[in-house]
């Protein structure tokens, strides 16, 4: 089965909203949204370079060595020489920077939570059965943006 166009543009709105409404009502000012995508990024692919980074944010150079430089001083990565070309470093998760990134996850999952009880239970059986089938599309473009 496959669906067309516009049911396919539905659905991507209705995942930002949903994603956006989350982290505003999770985070409030406590973390920047470009600095939890680096820290999902670190988290997901492991000690990057800061123009990795910015590919794979994505955004610009610029704003990723700012975000970097954001969480460095906050302590939650770190730089080291990278091993392959020991002139350049690259930017790794502290264990301040992975317990920051779980926590903002469980602020939104207890949002979410909240939020499921306006449904019917018919209704939140269906939402969780469908996550493995999301994990899986977020999986499969697994790239930088743009591609896979």
Known sequence: MTIGDDAALQLVISLHRLTRSLRR??????VQLTHLAVLALLTQRGPSRIG??????????????????GLESAGLVRREADPRDRRASRVLLTEEGTATLANVARGEAQVLARRLTALQPDEI???????PLLRRLAEAGDGPAGGS
């Open 52 to 69: 990795e980074i910015a590919q794979w944010v994505p955004c610009s150079q610029p704003t990723a060595t700012a975000a970097v430089l």
């Open 25 to 30: 009502s999770a985070t409030a000012d406590s």
């Open 125 to 131: 059986r269906r939402l969780v059965e469908v996550e």
